[in-house]
């Protein structure tokens, strides 16, 4: 789901639970590799890579801004 600026992807429990426990700093969402990555601090080189699905319809909003983007594009 994606709505005012936020998108919530779904992760399955002991990598949240990985990622609060190592109290990670950093979070960069890439939506062409489908990727949550996290670090802690500057060094991006120490990081951890989290795959998560996102459907084509909901992938299609967050590219165009949201709703009234995807529309305007659409129709």
């Known amino acids: 789901m994606f709505s005012r600026g936020l998108l919530a992807i779904e992760l399955p ?6 990622i609060f426990a190592r109290n990670w700093e950093n979070c960069r969402v890439d939506l062409e590799t ?16 989290y795959n998560f699905q996102l459907g084509q319809f909901n992938k299609n909003l967050v590219l165009e801004g949201g709703l009234v983007g995807f529309i305007a594009k659409k129709y």
């Open 34 to 49: 489908m990727t949550l990555e996290s670090w802690s601090g500057q060094d991006e080189r120490v990081k951890e890579i």
């Open 13 to 18: 429990n002991d990598q949240i639970d990985q």
